[in-house]
């Protein structure tokens, strides 16, 4: 989920996988942006669009009415939609309200077990609702004995108000097919998140109650709106990261957790640290070594990474579209890439398991002059299409959560040994999220609310081999203080294990499902050794 001159979120691969048929969609921290000369002449912002500005609503705490469905609804399935209405900012419960917007998806067993499975959307700013239901048969095993509840968080999805920057979505659409440096980028996208913030605060909208601690507050009163007792949480990405938060506040009415492609309470998104730079690119030539046919095709695979950054950014080349990973440019559309957008471009491919297997090849092409495959698979911007992801609401809650840390000193960042091709990209875009924060303006947290969770509660954290966005090591990390947590590695997977579960042979649908059964029980991994590793394609 950040603000950026192209930006990726802290993730999103259960949308990445519904919409895969239609796109790659980036989901991590802090995204790329386009390098050139500074000559080069920024594009003007479009004017805003306009947006419906949602009606201040009088309610109690923690009113839940039945309503229609105002996002996509399950075909076929019995689902029943709400809206929760609760206080804008909680610390002034008589004030403002908000309406969050809920669905009930209906088990498939006629006596479903009482504690039903909350769903927790990636990002911050997707909308819940709509990503589920197009990712529905990734989820069909879970309704075997389950209701399904679904919320779009505050500030997003079908919720009243939506925090959405259309402001933003089309500056960026302008500045992808150019190629301008980080300042003049910057500006563009400045010029557009300040309009973005003067509208919304405009409609009276408090920017500051948008964080992940109210969203989870949210959430309990939603499960005690439902007279639910307890009930069992399935985060991705972003949705860990709240899954987490509810384990630590509202411990009393979690039964168990599933964490998938974790993003840990401690991790500051904004520090310039190995394992979210460097070493996300390293797993990828480790997993090349240890394939034999890969290691004959690509022997230098790390050495020609940087080589190919090296020679686009050198001397950017134009690439024809052929199928492209977002919805800014179309297919045909020429576009300038350089070093940093080939960084892109492997990233969006480390995070699906359907572009993997290509990545190397793609790297030794590109350093040869080939420019077939990044063509192909080319990313320079991600889906922030307004109509479902809420870019206000993900600048809210980032901003919000990186106030809780203290600011890396240059010692820091020189002891996590970055090769300088990523630190100066990655230096150069962090330097801006930290501008867009301060312009935005968020919630001041406390460094308390970012200390490992320590919980009893069970908790199966699972983790893709290759994920760029949330990588290996955080899930370790955040495993290591789960007294009842249990760490799981899936081979040949990006971002978003069980969203990817065809590729583990129904192994992950498998451990996750008996785990809800009987989370108590230390679950049996077996399958997961009996994967077998997918070949890198090192063919013509």
């Known amino acids: 989920m950040l603000p950026k001159i192209v930006r990726q979120n802290v993730h999103t691969h259960l949308v990445i996988t519904s919409l895969l048929a239609l796109s790659l969609l980036l989901s991590s921290c802090a995204s790329p942006a386009p390098v050139m000369p500074s000559s080069t002449q920024a594009p003007q912002v479009p004017s805003p669009a306009p947006l419906t500005t949602s009606t201040t609503i009088t309610a109690p705490l923690r009113v839940l009415e039945s309503v229609d469905c105002r996002a996509i609804k399950p075909p076929s399935i019995e689902t029943k939609c709400y809206d929760l209405i609760v206080p804008e900012d909680r610390a002034k419960p008589e004030g403002r309200t908000i309406r969050l917007h809920v669905a009930v998806i209906k088990s498939t067993s006629p006596q479903p077990s009482p504690d039903p499975i909350l769903f927790l959307s990636g990002g911050p700013g997707f909308n819940a609702i709509n990503n589920f239901v197009m990712a529905g048969l990734t989820f069909q095993a879970f309704r075997g004995n389950r209701d399904m509840i679904v919320f779009d968080q505050r500030g997003t999805g079908k919720s009243q108000p939506v925090l959405a920057c259309p402001e933003l979505y089309d500056a960026e659409a302008a500045l992808a097919p150019l190629l301008v440096d980080q300042v003049e980028g910057s500006k563009v996208e400045k010029t557009a998140m300040q309009a973005c913030r003067d509208r919304l605060g405009k409609q009276g909208i408090q920017l500051d109650a948008y964080t992940t601690s109210a969203s989870a507050a949210d959430a309990d009163d939603l499960r005690r709106a439902l007279k639910i007792e307890k009930w069992n949480l399935y985060g991705f990405s972003y949705g860990t990261h709240l899954g987490l938060t509810i384990l630590r506040d509202y411990p009393d009415g979690v039964r168990s957790a599933v964490l998938d492609s974790v993003w840990p309470l401690q991790k500051d998104i904004f520090v310039l640290e190995h394992d979210k730079t460097q070493g996300i690119y390293e797993q990828l030539f480790k997993g090349c070594a240890a394939n034999a046919k890969c290691q ?4 230098r695979l790390e050495d020609t990474f940087y080589e190919a950054i090296t020679r686009l950014n050198k001397e950017p080349v134009n690439v024809t579209v052929v199928t492209y990973f977002g919805q800014n440019i179309k297919p045909g559309t020429d576009i300038p890439m350089d070093g940093s957008r080939f960084i892109d471009t492997v990233f969006a491919m480390l995070l699906s398991d359907s572009t993997i297997p290509y990545v190397p090849k793609l790297i030794a092409t590109t350093a040869l002059g080939d420019n077939t495959l990044l063509a192909r698979y080319n990313a320079t911007t991600e889906i922030n299409h307004p109509d479902f992801y809420a870019a206000g609401m993900n600048m809210s809650v980032v901003c919000a959560d990186r ?7 240059p010692e820091q ?21 930290v501008e867009f924060c301060q312009l935005w303006g968020s919630a001041q947290e406390s460094s308390l609310d970012r200390q490992p969770l320590s919980s009893d509660i069970p908790t199966l954290i699972l983790a893709g081999e290759y994920d760029p966005s949330t990588p290996l090591a955080w899930g370790r990390l955040a495993a290591t203080t789960l007294r009842k947590g249990y760490f799981v590695e899936f081979p040949n997977i990006g971002h978003g294990v069980y969203a990817s579960d065809s590729a583990t042979n129904g192994c992950a649908n498998r451990i996750v499902t008996a785990f809800y059964e009987e989370p108590d029980t230390q679950p049996d991994i077996s399958c997961v050794s009996k994967i077998k590793q997918h070949g890198f394609i090192t063919s013509p």
């Not at 004959?296 to 022997?299: K, Q, S, V």
């Not at 106030?403 to 000193?409: E, L």
């Open 296 to 299: 004959a095709a690509y022997p």
């Open 413 to 433: 960042i020189a002891a996590e040994k970055i090769n300088p091709l990523l630190l100066d990209l990655a230096s150069a875009r962090n330097k801006s999220e």
């Open 403 to 409: 106030s809780a840390f203290p600011a890396q000193t």
